[in-house]
Nanobody
Framework: VQLQASGGGLVQPGGSLRLSCVHS????????MAWFRQESGKEREFVAS????????FYGDSVKGRFTISRENAKNMVYLQMNELKTEDTAVYFC????????????????WGRGTQVTVSS
């Protein structure tokens, strides 16, 4: 399985950004997908995840109500729509995949892509 995230960049506080991640290898709908983020010198933090069907989603407390995770199984894509961005959202964002039904922690995900940098600054 290979994962490639994209869509990061520089955005002002209060702005929006959409991250994308393309999955290759294996049947995409069999994988629960997630986004994590990591600030320099800190542990990787859970952001959001969803099941293979996309019907069930999970969010970290710090992003609830602002971020939305979604997927398009026909395109092997998972997305993270980020609204009302704050400076504390600045981090490298990673997409991850697992054959488990769902997950919300780093240890539950077996496949990781390279991250994409998101910087929120005025």
């Amino acid at each position: 399985v290979q994962l490639q995230a994209s869509g990061g960049g520089l955005v002002q506080p209060g702005g929006s950004l959409r991250l994308s991640c393309v999955h290759s290898g294996g049947t995409f709908s069999n994988y629960a997908m997630a986004w994590f983020r990591q600030e320099s010198g800190k542990e990787r933090e859970f952001v959001a995840s969803l099941t293979g069907s996309g019907k069930t989603t999970f969010y970290g407390d710090s992003v609830k109500g602002r971020f939305t995770i979604s997927r398009e199984n026909a395109k092997n894509m998972v997305y993270l729509q980020m609204n009302e961005l704050k400076t504390e959202d600045t981090a490298v964002y990673f997409c991850a995949a697992t054959l488990e039904l769902y997950g919300t922690s780093v240890r539950e995900f077996d496949y990781w892509g390279r991250g994409t940098q998101v910087t929120v600054s005025s």
